[in-house]
């Protein structure tokens, strides 16, 4: 089974798997330090550890590779999310301006109602002082007359009284009473 292009040691088989010519120089490096021989049982020790520290020297780039996928998978997510949040935000703004637009539209159609009505009461209060003030002369001449009127009644009642001799009766009267 041994043809001459296979390996026949496991010495021959890892300088045959190493790509480079510094991996092959460590080998034998390796060999003529520790004096082993290539047909050595050494060797598939040493075969297993090659295996391991070339799985190793791999590990960081693929835990670099997964976390790069990761990171640019989430990166798309995170995209996505503040894409359909920002059309959210813009959708709920959108609508609160059109609430808020009816509201001050509503609001200033009842403050033009309020204006409109406390001119109206105002012009009909102004109205009503001009009228009265357009009486007054009148309404104090009338009132001006009236008391004087009442006053010329009373003096000439109290007059014709004194002359008839109703007051010295009354305060006889007063005086009567006041003793009993």
Not at 11 to 22: A, I, K, V
Not at 99 to 125: H, I, Y
């Amino acid at each position: 089974m041994n043809t001459s292009s296979e390996p026949k040691t496991m010495y021959e088989r890892l300088l045959q798997d190493r790509n480079s010519e510094e991996d092959r120089a460590r080998i034998n490096q390796v060999r003529e330090s520790l004096g082993i021989k290539p047909n050595d049982a050494v060797w598939a020790i040493f075969a297993g550890l090659e295996y391991y520290l070339t799985f190793f020297e791999r590990f960081p780039d693929m835990v670099k590779d997964a976390g790069l996928h990761l990171l640019s998978h989430y990166k798309k997510e995170t995209d996505q999310t503040l894409t359909d949040s920002t059309q959210l935000l813009r959708e709920t703004a959108n609508t609160i301006n059109a609430s808020l637009k009816q509201a001050v539209k509503e609001a200033s159609q009842e403050a033009g109602k309020d204006v409109k009505n406390n001119f109206t009461q105002s012009a009909q209060w102004v109205a009503r002082r001009a009228q009265v003030g357009r009486f007054w002369p009148w309404l104090l001449g009338g009132a001006t007359i009236i008391t004087l009127a009442l006053a010329l009644s009373i003096a000439v009642g109290f007059g014709y009284g004194r002359y008839a001799g109703y007051a010295e009766g009354w305060r006889d009267a007063t005086v009567q009473r006041a003793a009993h």
